[in-house]
């Protein structure tokens, strides 16, 4: 994931990225699909 992030360059959605994870892993999967 952090790869993927990085070569789209989003580095703000990375950080929300993070925090879904933490709070709602469902909610961050289908936002990256």
Request: net charge negative.
């Amino acid at each position: 994931l952090c790869t993927l992030m990085l070569q789209q360059g989003h580095r703000i959605d990375y950080c929300a990225g993070a925090d879904a994870l933490t709070f709602a892993p469902e909610t961050f999967n289908e936002f990256f699909n």
